[in-house]
Protein backbone atom coordinates (compact mmCIF):
# COMPACT_ATOMS: atom_id res chain seq x y z
CA UNK A 1 0.00 0.00 0.00
CA UNK A 2 0.77 3.30 -0.94
CA UNK A 3 2.13 5.80 1.96
CA UNK A 4 3.01 9.64 1.80
CA UNK A 5 5.41 10.28 5.18
CA UNK A 6 7.54 13.25 5.93
CA UNK A 7 11.11 12.90 7.33
CA UNK A 8 13.24 15.71 8.48
CA UNK A 9 17.02 15.37 9.14
CA UNK A 10 17.15 19.29 9.96
CA UNK A 11 16.04 22.21 10.83
CA UNK A 12 13.25 20.49 13.58
CA UNK A 13 14.61 21.23 16.91
CA UNK A 14 17.67 23.55 15.90
CA UNK A 15 17.85 26.48 13.96
CA UNK A 16 19.81 26.09 10.58
CA UNK A 17 20.84 23.25 8.53
CA UNK A 18 17.52 22.42 7.02
CA UNK A 19 16.99 19.23 5.13
CA UNK A 20 13.16 17.78 4.64
CA UNK A 21 12.55 14.61 2.91
CA UNK A 22 8.99 13.43 1.11
CA UNK A 23 8.81 9.94 0.54
CA UNK A 24 5.71 8.61 -1.55
CA UNK A 25 5.32 4.60 -2.02
CA UNK A 26 4.94 1.12 -0.08
CA UNK A 27 7.36 1.21 2.73
CA UNK A 28 9.64 -0.92 0.81
CA UNK A 29 10.06 0.59 -2.59
CA UNK A 30 9.78 4.81 -1.90
CA UNK A 31 10.33 7.29 -4.34
CA UNK A 32 11.81 10.63 -2.47
CA UNK A 33 11.90 14.02 -2.49
CA UNK A 34 14.42 16.22 -0.75
CA UNK A 35 13.35 20.20 0.18
CA UNK A 36 16.57 21.68 0.94
CA UNK A 37 19.85 21.02 2.14
CA UNK A 38 21.56 23.37 4.32
CA UNK A 39 24.49 24.41 7.49
CA UNK A 40 24.87 26.10 10.46
CA UNK A 41 27.60 27.98 11.83
CA UNK A 42 30.26 26.30 14.58
CA UNK A 43 30.02 27.38 18.11
CA UNK A 44 33.13 27.39 20.63
CA UNK A 45 32.33 24.19 21.27
CA UNK A 46 33.39 22.69 17.97
CA UNK A 47 36.75 24.08 17.14
CA UNK A 48 38.24 23.96 14.23
CA UNK A 49 34.95 22.71 12.49
CA UNK A 50 34.29 24.82 9.12
CA UNK A 51 30.55 23.89 9.23
CA UNK A 52 27.80 21.45 10.86
CA UNK A 53 25.44 20.13 8.53
CA UNK A 54 22.62 17.27 9.04
CA UNK A 55 23.45 13.48 9.15
CA UNK A 56 22.64 11.85 5.88
CA UNK A 57 23.14 8.28 6.51
CA UNK A 58 19.11 8.06 6.42
CA UNK A 59 19.14 9.53 2.81
CA UNK A 60 22.49 7.83 2.18
CA UNK A 61 20.37 4.29 2.27
CA UNK A 62 17.69 5.79 0.24
CA UNK A 63 19.56 8.05 -2.39
CA UNK A 64 18.83 5.18 -5.26
CA UNK A 65 14.84 6.11 -4.94
CA UNK A 66 15.76 9.73 -4.83
CA UNK A 67 13.61 11.44 -7.53
CA UNK A 68 15.06 15.72 -6.87
CA UNK A 69 15.98 17.97 -4.59
CA UNK A 70 14.20 21.24 -4.78
CA UNK A 71 16.03 23.97 -2.73
CA UNK A 72 13.57 26.88 -1.64
CA UNK A 73 16.14 30.06 -1.17
CA UNK A 74 19.39 30.64 -1.13
CA UNK A 75 19.95 31.04 2.73
CA UNK A 76 22.86 29.10 3.99
CA UNK A 77 20.94 27.19 6.30
CA UNK A 78 18.80 26.13 3.89
CA UNK A 79 21.00 25.55 0.53
CA UNK A 80 24.46 25.79 1.93
CA UNK A 81 25.60 21.93 2.14
CA UNK A 82 24.28 21.65 -1.50
CA UNK A 83 28.05 21.35 -3.08
CA UNK A 84 29.21 19.80 -0.16
CA UNK A 85 26.81 16.98 -0.35
CA UNK A 86 25.80 16.29 -3.93
CA UNK A 87 28.91 14.11 -4.38
CA UNK A 88 28.24 11.92 -1.65
CA UNK A 89 24.08 11.94 -2.50
CA UNK A 90 24.50 11.32 -5.96
CA UNK A 91 28.12 10.22 -6.97
CA UNK A 92 27.14 10.03 -10.76
CA UNK A 93 25.39 13.30 -10.60
CA UNK A 94 22.57 11.95 -11.77
CA UNK A 95 20.19 13.33 -8.98
CA UNK A 96 18.45 16.80 -10.43
CA UNK A 97 18.26 19.77 -8.52
CA UNK A 98 16.02 22.48 -8.51
CA UNK A 99 16.49 25.92 -8.07
CA UNK A 100 15.43 29.53 -9.26
CA UNK A 101 18.11 31.42 -11.00
CA UNK A 102 18.91 33.47 -8.32
CA UNK A 103 19.37 30.03 -5.95
CA UNK A 104 21.78 28.40 -8.76
CA UNK A 105 23.28 31.65 -9.84
CA UNK A 106 24.91 31.82 -6.46
CA UNK A 107 25.38 27.71 -6.48
CA UNK A 108 27.49 28.39 -9.34
CA UNK A 109 29.29 31.27 -7.82
CA UNK A 110 30.34 29.47 -4.63
CA UNK A 111 31.44 26.80 -6.94
CA UNK A 112 33.59 29.25 -8.55
CA UNK A 113 34.92 31.06 -5.94
CA UNK A 114 35.74 27.66 -3.52
CA UNK A 115 38.07 25.18 -5.63
CA UNK A 116 37.06 21.69 -3.97
CA UNK A 117 33.53 22.12 -5.27
CA UNK A 118 32.86 20.83 -8.56
CA UNK A 119 30.26 22.88 -10.60
CA UNK A 120 26.44 21.47 -10.50
CA UNK A 121 24.03 21.93 -12.89
CA UNK A 122 21.08 22.82 -12.04
CA UNK A 123 17.10 22.42 -13.43
CA UNK A 124 16.22 25.95 -13.37
CA UNK A 125 12.39 27.13 -12.39
CA UNK A 126 10.25 29.88 -11.63
CA UNK A 127 7.33 31.42 -9.64
CA UNK A 128 4.20 29.60 -11.27
CA UNK A 129 5.75 26.87 -12.39
CA UNK A 130 5.10 23.13 -11.89
CA UNK A 131 7.26 20.94 -11.29
CA UNK A 132 6.93 17.10 -12.11
CA UNK A 133 9.60 15.33 -10.13
CA UNK A 134 9.24 11.62 -9.88
CA UNK A 135 5.47 10.90 -8.31
CA UNK A 136 5.59 14.47 -6.94
CA UNK A 137 4.36 17.12 -8.80
CA UNK A 138 5.30 20.67 -6.99
CA UNK A 139 3.11 23.77 -7.80
CA UNK A 140 5.64 26.95 -7.13
CA UNK A 141 4.29 29.38 -5.12
CA UNK A 142 5.80 33.16 -4.63
CA UNK A 143 6.40 33.87 -1.17
CA UNK A 144 8.27 37.46 0.76
CA UNK A 145 11.66 36.59 2.51
CA UNK A 146 15.35 38.38 2.92
CA UNK A 147 16.33 37.34 -0.22
CA UNK A 148 15.29 37.33 -3.88
CA UNK A 149 13.70 34.13 -5.10
CA UNK A 150 11.92 32.24 -1.92
CA UNK A 151 9.62 30.16 -2.87
CA UNK A 152 7.38 27.72 -0.69
CA UNK A 153 5.81 24.65 -2.66
CA UNK A 154 2.35 22.59 -2.81
CA UNK A 155 3.57 19.05 -3.19
CA UNK A 156 1.08 16.99 -4.70
CA UNK A 157 0.60 12.76 -4.38
CA UNK A 158 -2.40 10.58 -5.31
CA UNK A 159 -2.97 10.97 -1.45
CA UNK A 160 -3.23 14.10 -0.93
CA UNK A 161 -1.20 17.67 -1.15
CA UNK A 162 1.59 18.94 1.05
CA UNK A 163 2.20 22.86 1.50
CA UNK A 164 5.81 23.41 2.27
CA UNK A 165 6.26 26.86 3.18
CA UNK A 166 10.05 27.60 3.29
CA UNK A 167 10.87 30.43 4.83
CA UNK A 168 8.48 33.41 4.29
CA UNK A 169 6.73 36.47 6.01
CA UNK A 170 3.24 38.39 3.91
CA UNK A 171 4.74 41.91 3.06
CA UNK A 172 3.08 44.09 1.72
CA UNK A 173 5.90 45.89 0.35
CA UNK A 174 9.07 43.64 0.23
CA UNK A 175 11.97 45.90 -1.56
CA UNK A 176 12.18 43.47 -4.26
CA UNK A 177 10.38 40.52 -5.76
CA UNK A 178 6.90 40.08 -5.60
CA UNK A 179 4.35 39.69 -2.61
CA UNK A 180 3.11 36.53 -1.01
CA UNK A 181 0.65 35.23 -3.31
CA UNK A 182 -2.02 35.07 -1.33
CA UNK A 183 -4.35 34.37 -3.90
CA UNK A 184 -2.56 31.33 -5.04
CA UNK A 185 -2.58 29.95 -1.42
CA UNK A 186 -6.11 29.99 -1.12
CA UNK A 187 -6.89 28.36 -4.03
CA UNK A 188 -4.33 25.55 -3.00
CA UNK A 189 -6.49 25.61 0.16
CA UNK A 190 -9.80 25.28 -1.69
CA UNK A 191 -8.55 22.07 -3.87
CA UNK A 192 -7.47 20.93 -0.35
CA UNK A 193 -4.29 20.76 1.77
CA UNK A 194 -3.53 17.32 3.50
CA UNK A 195 -0.52 19.17 5.73
CA UNK A 196 1.16 22.66 5.88
CA UNK A 197 4.83 22.46 6.90
CA UNK A 198 5.13 25.68 8.20
CA UNK A 199 8.07 28.22 9.38
CA UNK A 200 8.16 28.66 13.47
CA UNK A 201 10.71 31.04 13.50
CA UNK A 202 8.73 33.85 14.92
CA UNK A 203 5.91 31.80 16.07
CA UNK A 204 6.27 33.26 20.04
CA UNK A 205 5.74 37.07 18.41
CA UNK A 206 2.28 38.14 17.84
CA UNK A 207 1.52 40.69 14.81
CA UNK A 208 3.02 40.92 11.83
CA UNK A 209 6.37 41.44 10.70
CA UNK A 210 7.42 45.11 9.68
CA UNK A 211 7.98 45.86 6.25
CA UNK A 212 11.17 45.95 4.33
CA UNK A 213 9.78 49.73 2.98
CA UNK A 214 9.13 50.92 6.70
CA UNK A 215 13.13 49.51 7.24
CA UNK A 216 14.32 51.84 4.06
CA UNK A 217 12.85 54.71 5.37
CA UNK A 218 14.20 54.19 8.67
CA UNK A 219 17.49 53.47 7.34
CA UNK A 220 17.31 56.62 5.37
CA UNK A 221 17.23 58.78 8.39
CA UNK A 222 19.97 57.26 9.95
CA UNK A 223 22.18 58.15 7.08
CA UNK A 224 20.81 61.51 6.44
CA UNK A 225 21.24 62.03 10.13
CA UNK A 226 25.06 61.20 10.17
CA UNK A 227 27.45 64.23 9.93
CA UNK A 228 30.51 61.38 9.19
CA UNK A 229 31.01 57.88 7.47
CA UNK A 230 28.60 55.22 7.98
CA UNK A 231 28.96 52.08 7.61
CA UNK A 232 25.61 49.82 7.51
CA UNK A 233 26.33 46.03 8.53
CA UNK A 234 23.95 43.43 7.31
CA UNK A 235 23.72 39.82 5.56
CA UNK A 236 25.01 39.54 2.46
CA UNK A 237 22.48 37.47 1.00
CA UNK A 238 20.05 40.14 1.72
CA UNK A 239 20.03 42.24 -1.74
CA UNK A 240 16.66 44.19 -1.01
CA UNK A 241 18.34 45.54 2.29
CA UNK A 242 21.59 46.13 0.27
CA UNK A 243 19.54 47.96 -2.30
CA UNK A 244 17.52 50.22 -0.04
CA UNK A 245 20.92 51.29 1.52
CA UNK A 246 22.19 52.00 -1.89
CA UNK A 247 19.07 54.15 -2.64
CA UNK A 248 18.95 55.82 0.74
CA UNK A 249 22.87 56.52 0.23
CA UNK A 250 22.25 57.68 -3.56
CA UNK A 251 18.90 60.16 -2.04
CA UNK A 252 21.88 61.68 1.02
CA UNK A 253 24.52 62.19 -1.94
CA UNK A 254 26.88 59.35 -0.99
CA UNK A 255 28.65 56.73 -3.32
CA UNK A 256 28.59 53.19 -1.83
CA UNK A 257 31.56 51.03 -1.10
CA UNK A 258 30.91 47.31 -0.45
CA UNK A 259 33.25 45.36 1.14
CA UNK A 260 33.39 41.87 2.16
CA UNK A 261 33.91 39.08 -0.44
CA UNK A 262 30.33 36.94 -0.20
CA UNK A 263 28.41 40.40 -0.29
CA UNK A 264 30.32 41.24 -3.51
CA UNK A 265 29.52 38.04 -4.52
CA UNK A 266 25.91 38.26 -4.18
CA UNK A 267 25.75 42.07 -5.72
CA UNK A 268 27.28 40.48 -8.80
CA UNK A 269 24.59 37.24 -9.19
CA UNK A 270 21.97 39.79 -8.38
CA UNK A 271 23.39 42.66 -10.82
CA UNK A 272 23.36 39.70 -14.19
CA UNK A 273 19.46 39.10 -13.18
CA UNK A 274 18.12 42.72 -12.75
CA UNK A 275 17.84 43.71 -8.90
CA UNK A 276 20.45 46.33 -8.98
CA UNK A 277 19.22 48.44 -12.08
CA UNK A 278 18.91 52.41 -11.36
CA UNK A 279 21.45 52.03 -8.86
CA UNK A 280 25.28 54.07 -9.31
CA UNK A 281 28.47 52.44 -9.89
CA UNK A 282 29.59 50.81 -6.55
CA UNK A 283 32.95 52.71 -5.63
CA UNK A 284 36.45 50.69 -5.57
CA UNK A 285 38.11 50.12 -2.58
CA UNK A 286 41.34 52.40 -3.57
CA UNK A 287 39.11 55.23 -4.02
CA UNK A 288 37.35 55.52 -0.92
CA UNK A 289 40.29 57.74 0.89
CA UNK A 290 39.19 60.35 -1.65
CA UNK A 291 35.70 60.56 -1.05
CA UNK A 292 34.73 63.38 1.65
CA UNK A 293 33.63 61.40 4.89
CA UNK A 294 29.92 62.89 4.52
CA UNK A 295 29.92 61.32 1.20
CA UNK A 296 30.13 57.61 1.51
CA UNK A 297 28.13 54.62 2.50
CA UNK A 298 29.90 51.30 3.39
CA UNK A 299 28.13 48.52 2.46
CA UNK A 300 30.03 45.24 4.37
CA UNK A 301 29.73 41.68 6.20
CA UNK A 302 30.33 41.00 9.62
CA UNK A 303 27.20 41.56 11.35
CA UNK A 304 27.74 37.82 13.37
CA UNK A 305 31.26 38.87 14.87
CA UNK A 306 33.28 37.15 12.45
CA UNK A 307 37.01 37.39 12.74
CA UNK A 308 37.87 37.73 9.23
CA UNK A 309 35.04 39.52 7.88
CA UNK A 310 35.17 43.18 6.73
CA UNK A 311 33.71 44.68 9.98
CA UNK A 312 35.94 42.97 12.26
CA UNK A 313 38.96 44.08 10.40
CA UNK A 314 37.83 47.67 10.24
CA UNK A 315 37.59 47.69 13.99
CA UNK A 316 40.55 46.15 14.50
CA UNK A 317 41.81 48.92 12.04
CA UNK A 318 43.94 46.30 9.69
CA UNK A 319 42.20 47.00 6.17
CA UNK A 320 44.77 49.07 3.61
CA UNK A 321 42.79 51.55 2.52
CA UNK A 322 39.26 51.91 4.20
CA UNK A 323 39.21 52.95 7.65
CA UNK A 324 36.98 54.50 10.23
CA UNK A 325 37.62 56.89 12.64
CA UNK A 326 36.05 59.21 16.00
CA UNK A 327 32.34 60.67 13.96
CA UNK A 328 31.54 57.54 12.37
CA UNK A 329 28.40 55.57 12.32
CA UNK A 330 28.08 52.21 12.03
CA UNK A 331 24.62 50.37 11.89
CA UNK A 332 23.71 47.13 12.36
CA UNK A 333 20.70 46.00 9.96
CA UNK A 334 20.89 42.64 11.35
CA UNK A 335 20.11 39.85 14.08
CA UNK A 336 22.41 38.47 16.22
CA UNK A 337 21.85 34.70 15.71
CA UNK A 338 21.91 32.55 18.69
CA UNK A 339 25.89 31.76 19.71
CA UNK A 340 27.56 34.79 17.98
CA UNK A 341 26.55 37.37 20.93
CA UNK A 342 30.04 37.25 22.46
CA UNK A 343 31.83 37.74 19.28
CA UNK A 344 29.38 40.74 18.46
CA UNK A 345 29.60 42.37 21.42
CA UNK A 346 33.35 42.54 21.16
CA UNK A 347 33.45 43.78 17.35
CA UNK A 348 30.67 46.79 19.33
CA UNK A 349 33.09 47.18 21.89
CA UNK A 350 36.46 47.95 19.59
CA UNK A 351 34.41 50.13 17.58
CA UNK A 352 32.78 52.52 20.82
CA UNK A 353 36.33 52.58 21.64
CA UNK A 354 37.70 54.08 18.41
CA UNK A 355 34.51 56.79 18.70
CA UNK A 356 31.98 54.95 16.63
CA UNK A 357 28.49 55.70 17.24
CA UNK A 358 27.03 52.51 16.83
CA UNK A 359 23.02 51.90 15.95
CA UNK A 360 20.98 48.85 16.07
CA UNK A 361 17.01 48.38 16.06
CA UNK A 362 16.67 49.16 19.72
CA UNK A 363 17.41 52.71 18.49
CA UNK A 364 16.03 53.02 15.34
CA UNK A 365 14.32 50.85 12.67
CA UNK A 366 17.40 48.89 10.54
CA UNK A 367 16.01 45.36 10.49
CA UNK A 368 13.23 43.58 10.46
CA UNK A 369 12.69 39.60 10.21
CA UNK A 370 12.07 37.65 6.87
CA UNK A 371 9.87 35.54 8.71
CA UNK A 372 6.08 35.28 10.05
CA UNK A 373 4.85 36.36 13.31
CA UNK A 374 1.45 34.93 14.74
CA UNK A 375 -0.68 37.05 12.79
CA UNK A 376 0.56 36.30 9.37
CA UNK A 377 0.79 32.51 10.62
CA UNK A 378 -3.42 32.69 11.51
CA UNK A 379 -3.68 34.01 7.65
CA UNK A 380 -1.80 31.19 6.29
CA UNK A 381 -3.86 28.62 8.25
CA UNK A 382 -7.05 30.54 6.92
CA UNK A 383 -5.78 30.65 3.11
CA UNK A 384 -5.02 27.00 3.10
CA UNK A 385 -7.08 25.30 5.16
CA UNK A 386 -4.94 22.13 6.60
CA UNK A 387 -6.13 19.13 7.74
CA UNK A 388 -2.28 18.39 9.50
CA UNK A 389 -0.51 21.11 10.96
CA UNK A 390 3.67 20.47 11.59
CA UNK A 391 5.38 23.07 12.77
CA UNK A 392 9.31 22.97 12.05
CA UNK A 393 12.19 25.47 11.29
CA UNK A 394 12.67 26.31 14.92
CA UNK A 395 14.02 25.76 18.42
CA UNK A 396 11.68 23.60 20.82
CA UNK A 397 10.62 27.14 22.76
CA UNK A 398 9.01 27.78 18.49
CA UNK A 399 7.57 24.58 17.79
CA UNK A 400 5.47 24.18 21.05
CA UNK A 401 4.75 27.63 20.55
CA UNK A 402 3.70 27.40 16.97
CA UNK A 403 2.09 23.86 18.03
CA UNK A 404 -0.23 25.23 20.67
CA UNK A 405 -1.45 28.36 17.94
CA UNK A 406 -2.17 25.48 15.05
CA UNK A 407 -4.28 24.11 17.65
CA UNK A 408 -6.18 27.18 18.91
CA UNK A 409 -7.02 28.00 15.15
CA UNK A 410 -8.31 24.39 14.89
CA UNK A 411 -6.29 22.57 12.45
CA UNK A 412 -7.38 18.87 13.39
CA UNK A 413 -4.14 17.41 13.51
CA UNK A 414 -1.12 18.58 15.08
CA UNK A 415 1.85 16.97 15.16
CA UNK A 416 5.30 17.79 17.42
CA UNK A 417 7.97 16.52 14.89
CA UNK A 418 11.54 16.72 15.54
CA UNK A 419 14.00 15.67 13.96
CA UNK A 420 14.65 11.89 12.89
CA UNK A 421 10.87 11.19 13.38
CA UNK A 422 9.06 8.96 10.27
CA UNK A 423 6.03 11.05 10.03
CA UNK A 424 2.86 8.99 8.15
CA UNK A 425 0.89 11.46 6.70
CA UNK A 426 -1.78 8.92 4.75
CA UNK A 427 -3.54 6.91 4.65
CA UNK A 428 -5.36 6.85 7.65
CA UNK A 429 -4.89 9.46 10.99
CA UNK A 430 -1.17 10.59 10.69
CA UNK A 431 1.20 9.56 13.39
CA UNK A 432 5.40 8.74 13.77
CA UNK A 433 5.94 5.35 12.96
CA UNK A 434 9.97 5.36 13.08
CA UNK A 435 12.70 7.37 13.62
CA UNK A 436 15.40 7.77 11.20
CA UNK A 437 19.01 8.00 11.45
CA UNK A 438 20.11 11.90 12.45
CA UNK A 439 22.29 14.18 13.81
CA UNK A 440 25.26 15.95 12.57
CA UNK A 441 27.85 15.93 10.78
CA UNK A 442 31.14 18.06 10.04
CA UNK A 443 33.30 19.96 7.36
CA UNK A 444 36.97 20.38 8.47
CA UNK A 445 39.14 21.60 5.97
CA UNK A 446 38.20 19.22 2.98
CA UNK A 447 37.21 16.33 5.21
CA UNK A 448 33.39 15.92 6.26
CA UNK A 449 32.51 13.39 8.84
CA UNK A 450 31.39 12.80 12.25
CA UNK A 451 32.48 14.13 15.12
CA UNK A 452 34.65 11.18 16.34
CA UNK A 453 36.29 11.30 12.76
CA UNK A 454 37.04 14.76 12.19
CA UNK A 455 38.87 14.64 15.76
CA UNK A 456 36.69 17.18 17.66
CA UNK A 457 36.51 15.06 21.11
CA UNK A 458 40.17 15.57 21.20
CA UNK A 459 39.87 19.19 19.98
CA UNK A 460 37.93 20.01 23.22
CA UNK A 461 40.08 18.11 25.32
CA UNK A 462 43.01 19.83 23.46
CA UNK A 463 41.37 23.18 24.25
CA UNK A 464 40.47 22.24 28.35
CA UNK A 465 43.81 20.56 29.14
CA UNK A 466 46.23 20.61 26.77
CA UNK A 467 48.55 17.67 25.38
CA UNK A 468 51.79 15.79 26.61
CA UNK A 469 53.73 13.67 24.36
CA UNK A 470 56.21 11.59 26.00
CA UNK A 471 58.59 9.38 24.16
CA UNK A 472 60.72 6.29 25.67
CA UNK A 473 63.10 4.06 24.20
CA UNK A 474 64.16 1.22 25.51
CA UNK A 475 67.44 -1.21 24.72
CA UNK A 476 67.94 -4.57 23.92
CA UNK A 477 68.59 -5.84 27.60
CA UNK A 478 64.65 -3.27 28.21
CA UNK A 479 66.97 -0.93 29.91
CA UNK A 480 66.30 2.61 29.17
CA UNK A 481 68.42 3.54 26.13
CA UNK A 482 68.01 7.42 27.34
CA UNK A 483 66.62 9.74 29.13
CA UNK A 484 62.68 10.32 28.18
CA UNK A 485 61.87 13.05 26.27
CA UNK A 486 58.79 14.62 27.11
CA UNK A 487 57.02 17.79 25.67
CA UNK A 488 54.05 19.55 27.14
CA UNK A 489 51.97 21.93 25.29
CA UNK A 490 48.88 24.33 26.84
CA UNK A 491 50.10 23.43 30.48
CA UNK A 492 51.08 25.59 33.01
CA UNK A 493 54.74 25.69 33.77
CA UNK A 494 54.16 25.99 37.85
CA UNK A 495 52.05 24.47 40.40
CA UNK A 496 50.18 26.56 43.36
CA UNK A 497 53.89 25.43 45.44
CA UNK A 498 55.85 26.89 42.48
CA UNK A 499 57.12 23.03 41.25
CA UNK A 500 57.53 22.63 37.83
CA UNK A 501 54.59 20.57 36.61
CA UNK A 502 57.14 19.22 33.58
CA UNK A 503 59.41 18.30 35.85
CA UNK A 504 56.89 16.35 37.64
CA UNK A 505 55.19 14.69 35.09
CA UNK A 506 59.23 13.80 33.49
CA UNK A 507 60.07 11.89 36.89
CA UNK A 508 56.43 9.97 36.66
CA UNK A 509 57.22 8.75 33.59
CA UNK A 510 60.64 7.32 34.54
CA UNK A 511 59.28 5.91 38.03
CA UNK A 512 56.42 4.44 35.73
CA UNK A 513 59.23 2.81 33.65
CA UNK A 514 61.35 1.81 36.88
CA UNK A 515 58.34 -0.29 38.29
CA UNK A 516 58.02 -2.69 35.48
CA UNK A 517 60.02 -5.31 36.23
CA UNK A 518 62.77 -5.78 33.75
CA UNK A 519 61.01 -9.03 32.18
CA UNK A 520 57.76 -7.33 31.10
CA UNK A 521 59.46 -4.63 29.55
CA UNK A 522 58.91 -6.99 26.55
CA UNK A 523 54.96 -5.87 26.73
CA UNK A 524 55.64 -2.65 24.60
CA UNK A 525 51.62 -1.72 25.58
CA UNK A 526 52.24 -2.28 28.93
CA UNK A 527 55.03 0.44 29.23
CA UNK A 528 52.90 2.96 27.24
CA UNK A 529 49.62 2.36 29.42
CA UNK A 530 51.93 2.72 32.71
CA UNK A 531 53.66 5.58 31.42
CA UNK A 532 50.34 7.24 30.09
CA UNK A 533 49.07 6.96 33.41
CA UNK A 534 51.27 8.01 35.41
CA UNK A 535 51.93 11.12 33.66
CA UNK A 536 47.88 11.72 33.40
CA UNK A 537 48.26 11.24 37.55
CA UNK A 538 51.01 13.94 38.30
CA UNK A 539 49.39 16.36 36.30
CA UNK A 540 46.50 15.82 38.13
CA UNK A 541 47.78 16.00 41.21
CA UNK A 542 49.94 19.08 40.53
CA UNK A 543 47.49 21.15 38.38
CA UNK A 544 44.36 19.59 38.99
CA UNK A 545 43.83 18.50 35.36
CA UNK A 546 44.70 15.70 33.17
CA UNK A 547 45.71 16.49 30.10
CA UNK A 548 45.41 14.80 26.67
CA UNK A 549 48.69 12.34 26.91
CA UNK A 550 50.53 10.55 24.04
CA UNK A 551 53.21 7.78 24.84
CA UNK A 552 55.60 6.59 21.67
CA UNK A 553 57.71 3.23 23.23
CA UNK A 554 60.30 1.78 20.79
CA UNK A 555 62.90 -0.99 21.43
CA UNK A 556 66.12 0.04 20.00
Not at 250 to 260: A, F, I, S
Amino acid sequence: MNQLVFVPLGGVGEIGMNLAMYGFGPPDDRQWLVVDCGVTFPGPDLPGVDLVMPDIRFLDAERHNLAGIVITHAHEDHYGAVLALYPRIAPDGDVPIYATDFTAGLLDAKAEAEPQYDKIETVRFSVGDTLTVGPFSIDVVAVTHSIPEPVSLAITTPLGTVLHTGDWKDDDAPAIGPKTDRNRFEEIGEAGVLALVCDSTNAMREGVSPSEQDVAKGLSEVIAAAEGRVAVTTFSSNVGRIRSIAEAARDCGREVLLLGRSIKRVVDVASELGYMEGLPPFLQEEDFGYIPRDKVVIILTGSQGESRAALAKLSRDEMRDVALSAGDTVVYSSRSIPGNERAILETKNRLIDMGVHVVEDDEALVHVSGHPRRTELRAMYGWTKPKIGIPVHGEAAHLNAHAELMRECDIPDVLPVRNGDIVRLAPGAPEIDGDAPHGEIYKDGRVIADADAVGVTDRRRLSFAGHVAVSVVLDRRHELAADPELVAIGVPELDSDGEDIQDLMYDAACQAVDSIPRARRRDLDLVERAVHGAVRAAARDSWGKKPLVTVLVSRV
